[in-house]
């Protein structure tokens, strides 16, 4: 049995219309494998389970150890798919409440993100938080010059040097960037910072595998060993030219039948909330790969049952340009039963002897029934726990299923032009040489 299932039958999609675009789909797998596809050369990704750079990994994880015992917190700098990424997996899989747990329990150091915007108040009340704690930062960029994060590693560059002196804080200061060029890979060599690699030929969004992700992953204290396992094997059933066994390419299928059936709208939806970030990860690198030459599904996402109370109506009884992909996690991490109450004042009693994971799925099969029946398509991502490997493993899902439906819609998906625009327009209003 396979630990990641595809299930369209909610879907509206017949057989004969993934039939008619299997065709396109192959086309889209030789253009990848073969590197003739627009982007060719950001496709190291494809196969990076099975040829990373051993020695870098190692490194990673000895940095890890070193950062779990010297610090008491450590702080993530980065944007985009420089830390989406890694907090996804860092929240999916950890404690909901990682980072209020006691050190015994937490058995490693509280984990922050930062340089991922520009608000004031975000960085100094980080600043507070972190007051008198030992800490350890890992600054991720492949420039080094991307405005948000290079105005977080200035403060908190020069806080940790002000809190340990310039040669202790070369310990604390972990730099992942370009392997040869680069404002931080200069910075980096002058100061004797350790240093891990973003590679050339992957872009960010299809990073978090690489040390990019796996740095603050490990420091959480997950197994990456096993992380990149489930990646391997999903490069294996995912790498097979066969629409009718290969998961990742149906799903790409199915969303571009859908898109040419007027479903502009994607929502990922999941009924865990530890999920949030894996769909702000899913949503990078859908929309950046996808949205360009007036063209894209536009990825959204929600969180149910919660976001069924606010987006339930729209989605149930509104315009009919949605289709949903729902995650759904068929194992919880835990579980508890509700007991009998004597008074039984919410007549919930009822429930008695029923686990909340048997009520949450109860919950996720009747908003299908309800969301189907008003016409709104359902494709169901079925995971039979969500754990380091399969975690790795969903990851290559996602990302193979992106790239092939890129090519199936035309376009490059992995370029970001339009990225650039909002950064000139800023450079020019804050005045910055050149622009």
């Not at 948000?148 to 730099?175: L, T, V």
Request: some cysteine; aromatic content about 12%; overall charge negative.
């Amino acid at each position: 049995m396979r630990s990641i299932s595809l299930d369209y039958t909610h879907s509206f999609i017949e057989d004969y219309e993934l039939e008619n675009i299997k065709e396109y789909v192959n086309i889209a797998h030789n253009m990848l494998h073969d590197k003739k596809g627009p982007g060719s050369e950001y496709t190291g990704w494809v196969n990076y389970p099975k040829e990373f750079d051993i020695d870098e990994y190692e490194r990673v994880k000895l940095a890890s150890e070193k950062i779990r015992k010297n610090s008491e917190v450590f702080i993530v700098i980065g944007i985009g798919g420089s830390y989406l990424g890694a907090r996804a997996c860092i929240e999916a899989l950890n404690h909901n409440f990682y980072n209020m747990l006691t050190s015994e329990k937490r058995n490693g150091p509280e984990i922050y993100f930062v340089g991922n915007n520009v608000s004031s108040s975000y960085i100094l009340e980080l600043l507070e938080l972190i007051d008198g704690k030992d800490i350890s930062i890992n600054t991720i960029s492949k420039s080094g010059t991307t405005t948000e994060p290079a105005i977080a590693f200035r403060i908190f560059k020069e806080y940790i040097e002000e809190k340990y002196g310039k040669e202790e804080a070369k310990n604390r200061i972990y730099i992942t960037t370009d392997s040869e060029k680069g404002a931080l890979k200069e910075l980096a060599s002058k100061e004797g910072y350790e240093t891990f690699t973003v590679p050339d030929d992957i872009g960010g969004r299809y990073s978090i595998l690489t040390s990019v992700g796996l740095l603050p992953i490990a420091v959480s204290g997950l197994n990456i060993d096993e992380i990149m396992n489930g990646a391997k094997d999903g490069m294996e059933e995912y790498g097979v030219l066969d629409l009718d066994k290969n998961y990742s390419y149906q799903y790409a299928a199915i969303r571009n039948v859908l898109y040419r059936k007027g479903k502009e709208i994607e929502m990922l939806t999941s009924y865990e909330p530890s999920l949030f970030y894996l769909q702000e990860w899913w949503k990078q690198l859908f929309g950046e790969s996808e949205g360009k030459d007036l063209k894209g599904i536009y990825p959204s996402s929600a969180s149910f049952t919660t976001d069924l109370h606010s987006l339930g109506q729209l989605i149930q009884d509104g315009r009919r340009n949605i289709f949903e992909t729902v995650i759904n996690i068929e194992e919880p991490k835990v579980d508890m039963i509700l007991k009998e109450d004597k008074e039984n004042l919410d007549g919930l009693n009822f429930l008695s002897g029923k686990t909340i994971d048997f009520v949450n799925k109860k919950a996720f099969e009747g908003t299908l029934m309800a969301h189907t029946s008003g016409g709104v398509p359902n494709i169901i991502l079925n995971i039979e726990k969500m754990n380091e490997y399969n975690f790795g493993k969903l990851i290559y899902f996602f990302e193979k299923s992106c790239a092939i439906s890129g090519y199936l819609l035309g376009v490059n998906p992995f370029n970001q032009p339009g990225v650039e625009e909002y950064k000139k327009n800023m450079f020019k209003l804050l005045g910055k040489p050149g622009y």
